[in-house]
């Protein structure tokens, strides 16, 4: 099953607690492991540990709120290679141009495209323009009318798109576009297979977060972690037709 079959452009609140996505806010706020952070990192399934790594665990939770989201979703994962993640920071008024996400090595040695099954855009801040996702296959004629869909960036929520449709960031309007970036999010791409090319990181990933568990009831505290960003923002998706 690909992202066609089981997947339309889905926004999941408060699915990241809030301990792993302040985890996250302070490993990206040291420079170098930002810039490391950028570089693709393949983790293969089932070899994820929750409890020792922050990406692991990251995984877990995303994981956990898909499966709540779409009945779909634990078989196709089941079949699944593993997920290649990687981190994005950014000022505000800088937008990203848009992009299929690809097996980058397969097109460079055979000139073949791939895209992974489901990509999901794991927001780790409420600042910055929308991620803008078009119902835009690499195999589409250009030129018809397309649906469009527009998710802001909330702290602790997922955008989870087909893996094989054009998107990319919207500045946001009359944000610095230098100093400081305060735009995180992380990036899933599950695929099928692994991508060549990709490698399984050896060392260095940041320790899980330490988490308490909670009823229900303190879900919405994920919104407190974006602070006004995030009641300012409140509907996080907008489906467009063009």
């Known amino acids: ?130 991620t803008l996702c078009i119902d835009q296959r690499p195999q589409d004629a250009f030129g018809r009318i397309v649906r469009h869909a527009l998710a802001w960036p909330v702290a602790g929520s997922l955008f989870a798109m087909p893996g094989n449709r054009l998107h990319g960031v919207l500045a946001e309007i009359g944000a610095p576009t230098a100093g400081d970036a305060v735009r995180f999010t992380l990036i899933l791409n599950f695929w099928h297979a692994q991508p060549l090319g990709a490698k399984t990181p050896r060392a260095g990933l940041a320790p899980a977060a330490a988490l308490v568990i909670a009823d229900d009831a303190s879900a919405g505290s994920c919104a407190a972690a974006g602070g006004e960003g995030a009641r300012r923002r409140g509907v996080v998706v907008t489906l467009l037709d063009s």
């Open 1 to 130: 099953m690909d992202g066609d079959e089981c997947w339309k452009p889905t926004v999941i609140p408060n699915a990241l607690p809030p301990p792993v996505v302040e985890a996250w806010r302070a490993e990206l706020a040291d420079s170098a492991r930002a810039q490391e952070w950028k570089i693709y990192k393949w983790l293969r399934h089932r070899e994820q540990d929750p409890q020792v790594d922050l990406v692991s665990q990251t995984i877990e939770a995303a994981c956990r709120a898909l499966s709540h989201s779409s009945a779909a979703f634990a078989s196709t994962w089941a079949e699944s290679a593993g997920v290649e993640v990687w981190a994005q920071c950014r000022a505000a008024g800088n937008g990203m141009h848009f992009h299929w996400d690809v097996d980058e090595a397969l097109g460079r040695m055979k000139g073949e495209t791939r895209c992974p099954w489901l990509s999901v855009v794991c927001y780790l801040s409420s600042a910055g323009g929308p």
